[in-house]
T-cell receptor, first 109, second 115 residues
Framework: GENVEQHPSTLSVQEGDSAVIKCTYSDSASNYFPWYKQELGKRPQLIID?????GEKKDQRIAVTLNKTAKHFSLHITETQPEDSAVYFC????????FGQGTELSVKP | EAGVAQSPRYKIIEKRQSVAFWCNPISGHATLYWYQQILGQGPKLLIQ????????DSQLPKDRFSAERLKGVDSTLKIQPAKLEDSAVYLC?????????????FGQGTRLTVV
């Protein structure tokens, strides 16, 4: 079945550094790739998304890149801040919305 | 606009008992998802509805789990009988249209503990 693999499972960076989270997907028909941020005890919330007809999208300190040929996409956070600390999930969708396993990001002051 | 509403927020039951969760999606959202999120893991899709039809329920343990979305609006997810491994947060989400793949908005979730 469809699968989304996410790496790393944990990531620790110093404040101001960049963080990169990578995902691969199995269904080549997937055409929508959202990223969600989940703070402890809260609901997942969308932070950025990209569609298959676009290779890169940026929103302030957050950017996402998509390589359809390789079936992988990545989240880039620049100038990280302590409030960026959370669990981040990638997802891929054609019909079903399938999530990766999550990356716990810790930004140390 | 109002968000996705779920109830109850917390539930503790003994194994072999039954439990039901309720979800009211954002008005006008055709697609409704139920996810199971075990602590430390990503959300696992249990069932996805488009209006009142099932898009996918391949990961739903049908011997104990059932879900319905009567009239294409509210939805209920039931577990009967519950097992210890069902302890998780059950998240409901909705989106305007699954076919167009738009943002899925999540509810607060129901935290189920089976003892």
């Amino acid at each position: 079945g469809e699968n989304v693999e996410q790496h790393p499972s944990t990531l620790s960076v110093q404040e101001g550094d960049s963080a990169v989270i990578k995902c691969t997907y199995s269904d080549s028909a997937s055409n929508y790739f959202p990223w969600y941020k989940q703070e402890l005890g809260k609901r997942p919330q969308l932070i950025i998304d990209i569609r298959s007809n676009v290779g890169e999208k940026k929103d302030q300190r957050i950017a996402v890149t998509l390589n359809k040929t390789a079936k992988h996409f990545s989240l880039h956070i620049t100038e990280t801040q302590p409030e960026d600390s959370a669990v981040y999930f990638c997802a891929a969708q054609k019909g079903k919305l399938i999530f990766g396993q999550g990356t716990e990001l810790s930004v140390k002051p | 606009e109002a968000g996705v509403a779920q109830s109850p927020r917390y539930k503790i039951i003994e194994k072999r008992q039954s439990v039901a969760f309720w979800c009211n999606p954002i008005s006008g959202h055709a697609t409704l998802y139920w996810y199971q999120q075990i602590l430390g893991q990503g959300p696992k899709l249990l069932i996805q509805f488009q209006n009142n039809g099932v898009v996918d329920d391949s990961q739903l343990p049908k011997d104990r789990f059932s879900a319905e979305r009567l009239k294409g609006v509210d939805s209920t997810l039931k577990i009967q009988p519950a097992k210890l491994e069902d302890s998780a947060v059950y998240l409901c989400a909705s989106s305007f249209s699954g076919a167009a793949n738009t943002e899925a908005f999540f509810g607060q979730g129901t935290r189920l503990t089976v003892v």
